[in-house]
């Protein structure tokens, strides 16, 4: 299952009290769904009964993304909330996310990405099946921009690295060509409106989905009327990359920067001892394994 359209920074917001439309695609004569939600909805009607009949998938994989989903960006990346969502259900999961480089990275990296992750995903189908793999946390896999060339794979912990968000203030007239402006604010004030009664977040909530350009937020009495002496204005959020303090080599933003595939564990529980050294354990048994088999091959 997929979503329409990039659903990058959307975090674990759901669609509610809204109709998604679902439609069949055939992919190398396998059938797949495209869904038009987030992809929180993909998982979550994937694995509701209501779309397959059949029983949950021994493994959900979310991705590829297109961007890294480092640190904090967890907390913003869609590819890691269906991830999550899927360990909410009970269900092991992987989220994959490419460190694509503008100018630099190009489609075919993605099928290259899947290579590199191919002998991850054998070996987690196989000892979920032995029900040795780790129950309490997803495995967040960030592939480095050249993946083919990668340094191997590392054990990787959770960082505290962001990009710093910037909100531009822009005029009404000067959006950027071609460009869908604050896309993502669209759903936002639906989910607004769905999380409060208030009526201006409701009446935002009605402007934005009938306005595909322009996001226009304006100030509702509390009776309803309209405020003469409102004020309209307009902003565009961009994220901006920083230098980054941390030279711990086993954070993942670094063992990304460094070439390494990173594979962290993320947990719906705050992390333990106990879930980390698990998850590592499991982790270096499978590439261990995983390189066994590919020498016996050649």
Same mark, same amino acid.
């Given at each position: 299952? @997929?979503?329409?359209?990039?659903?990058?920074?959307?975090?674990?917001?759901?669609?509610?009290?809204?109709?998604?439309?679902?439609?069949?695609?055939?992919?190398?004569?396998?059938?797949?769904?495209?869904?038009?939600?987030?992809?929180?909805?993909?998982?979550?009607?994937?694995?509701?009964?209501?779309?397959?009949?059949?029983?949950?998938?021994?493994?959900?994989?979310?991705?590829?993304?297109?961007?890294?989903?480092?640190?904090?960006?967890?907390?913003?990346?869609?590819?890691?909330?269906?991830?999550?969502?899927?360990?909410?259900?009970?269900?092991?999961?992987?989220?994959?996310?490419?460190?694509?480089?503008? @100018?630099?990275?190009?489609?075919?990296?993605?099928?290259?990405?899947?290579?590199?992750?191919?002998?991850?995903?054998?070996?987690?189908?196989?000892?979920?099946?032995?029900?040795?793999?780790?129950?309490?946390?997803?495995?967040?896999?960030?592939?480095?921009?050249?993946?083919?060339?990668?340094?191997?794979?590392?054990?990787?912990?959770?960082?505290?690295?962001?990009?710093?968000?910037?909100?531009?203030?822009?005029?009404?007239?000067?959006?950027?060509?071609?460009?869908?402006?604050?896309?993502?604010?669209?759903?936002?004030?639906?989910?607004?409106?769905?999380?409060?009664? @208030?009526?201006?977040?409701?009446?935002?909530?009605?402007?934005?989905?009938?306005?595909?350009?322009?996001?226009?937020?304006?100030?509702?009495?509390?009776?309803?009327?309209?405020?003469?002496?409102?004020?309209?204005?307009?902003?565009?959020?961009?994220?901006?990359?920083?230098?980054?303090?941390?030279?711990?080599?086993?954070?993942?933003?670094?063992?990304?920067?460094?070439?390494?595939?990173?594979?962290?564990?993320?947990?719906?529980?705050?992390?333990?001892?106990?879930?980390?050294?698990?998850?590592?354990?499991?982790?270096?048994?499978?590439?261990?394994?995983?390189?066994?088999?590919?020498?016996?091959?050649?």
């Amino acid at each position: 299952m @997929d979503c329409f359209r990039d659903k990058s920074v959307s975090g674990h917001s759901v669609t509610l009290r809204e109709t998604i439309a679902v439609n069949s695609a055939e992919i190398d004569g396998a059938t797949a769904y495209e869904v038009s939600g987030t992809p929180v909805d993909c998982v979550s009607l994937a694995l509701s009964g209501t779309l397959f009949s059949w029983s949950k998938p021994v493994l959900v994989i979310s991705g590829i993304n297109r961007g890294s989903s480092c640190g904090h960006h967890t907390f913003y990346s869609g590819v890691v909330a269906g991830a999550r969502e899927a360990l909410i259900c009970g269900v092991p999961s992987l989220s994959i996310s490419l460190n694509w480089k503008k @100018d630099e990275s190009q489609e075919s990296d993605f099928k290259d990405a899947v290579t590199v992750c191919l002998p991850l995903i054998n070996a987690a189908i196989r000892d979920i099946e032995k029900g040795v793999f780790p129950k309490s946390c997803s495995l967040n896999i960030e592939i480095p921009t050249a993946p083919l060339t990668n340094k191997g794979f590392k054990f990787t912990k959770q960082s505290m690295w962001r990009s710093t968000p910037s909100w531009l203030a822009v005029s009404a007239n000067r959006h950027p060509a071609g460009a869908h402006f604050m896309s993502n604010q669209q759903s936002l004030g639906i989910q607004l409106a769905q999380l409060s009664r @208030d009526a201006s977040a409701a009446g935002a909530a009605r402007r934005i989905t009938t306005q595909k350009k322009n996001v226009e937020i304006e100030s509702v009495g509390a009776a309803g009327k309209p405020d003469t002496n409102r004020v309209k204005k307009f902003f565009r959020l961009e994220f901006l990359d920083k230098e980054q303090e941390d030279t711990e080599e086993d954070l993942d933003f670094r063992a990304l920067e460094n070439g390494f595939v990173a594979i962290t564990p993320l947990s719906l529980q705050p992390q333990t001892g106990s879930n980390t050294q698990a998850a590592s354990e499991w982790i270096s048994t499978a590439l261990l394994t995983s390189e066994q088999q590919t020498s016996t091959q050649t």
